[in-house]
């Protein structure tokens, strides 16, 4: 008895307990799982705020959007069925249709070519890393606040006709906007070869012209159109770059980029494929047979279709 006391004592000397603090077990409790969870993160802290959060893609692209259509009234299209929420956009300068065809990209359908490129300012990634290089040289200043959030949409502000307006800075920008676009066409292309090859096999039917980025099928989230002769049937295809894909019993799991809402686009199947890879895949838009993981993982019951 002695020695079970004694054990008793040390054991709640380790849990640090008191004396005549009582060691109690609880049988109803579920068994506790040894990792540690993830303590919820604080909302609003300095930590949490960085160019990546929300807070500051939704004032960035804002702004963005505004500097815009400030700087470039001339060129600025109000075509409701274009730009964020139906804004319009900046047109008939630095224009996606050239920016490709000066790369050999050329095999689009005219319609929605005046669109430029500026207009992916807000969006893409490598722009938006130069804009925040260029404040964070001057200023000496991470942004990791909201009070930095709201002095780098100043600095932005002020530094408008530098950074958007005709200039070395501008012309980096449009290239580095230009070559990533072109990477994401060179896969749309893969896809778009792939799809002429199998209507070999599909007797009646086409692919109509590929949509250049900016046009109205692009916008909706429509990159190729197949129909068949003399009907009214068309089956539409959304793109996606193809990083890996995985095999999981009787689940497809893949990986590819920015598809966290892919369940809104209004085509019949999703084509992921990649310009570096040999394998291209099509999954019927089910929407009952896949779920979306992540910005990047998006897995389907259904296997891959198969011609």
């Not at 001339?74 to 069925?81: E, H």
């Not at 920008?173 to 896969?187: K, P």
Request: glycine share 6%; net charge neutral.
């Amino acid at each position: 008895m002695d020695k079970l006391n004694e054990n008793i004592n040390r054991i709640k000397q380790l849990m640090s307990l008191v004396e005549n603090e009582q060691l109690s077990f609880n049988f109803d409790e579920e068994p506790i799982d040894n990792k540690e969870e993830p303590s919820k993160p604080k909302e609003n802290t300095p930590s949490q705020i960085s160019t990546n959060s929300d807070e500051f893609t939704k004032k960035y692209k804002e702004k963005v959007y505004y500097i815009l259509k400030d700087l470039y009234k001339s060129n600025w299209d109000s075509d409701k069925s274009r730009g964020p929420r139906g804004g319009g956009g900046v047109v008939d300068i630095y224009t996606v249709y050239d920016l490709l065809k000066e790369k050999g990209l050329d095999d689009y359908d005219p319609e929605g070519g005046d669109w430029s490129i500026l207009n992916y300012f807000d969006t893409n990634p490598q722009v938006r890393k130069k804009i925040i290089n260029l404040y964070k040289t001057e200023t000496k200043n991470d942004i990791n606040s909201e009070e930095t959030i709201d002095d780098f949409i100043k600095w932005m502000s002020r530094n408008r006709n530098k950074i958007f307006k005709e200039g070395p800075i501008l012309k980096e920008l449009v290239q580095l906007n230009a070559e990533s676009l072109y990477q994401g066409e060179l896969n749309e292309r893969k896809a778009y070869q792939y799809l002429t090859k199998i209507l070999e096999n599909l007797p009646g039917w086409k692919l109509k012209g590929r949509s250049v980025p900016g046009s109205k099928s692009d916008r909706d989230g429509i990159d190729f159109v197949m129909e068949k002769e003399g009907t009214n049937k068309i089956a539409k295809f959304q793109a996606k770059p193809l990083s890996s894909i995985e095999r999981i019993g009787n689940f497809y799991k893949v990986t590819s980029y920015n598809i966290k809402n892919l369940n809104k686009k209004p085509v019949d199947y999703f084509v992921f494929a990649s310009s570096e890879k040999d394998n291209i895949y099509i999954f019927r838009n089910n929407i009952d047979k896949y779920v979306i993981l992540d910005n990047e993982t998006i897995q389907f019951e259904e296997a891959p279709i198969k011609f």
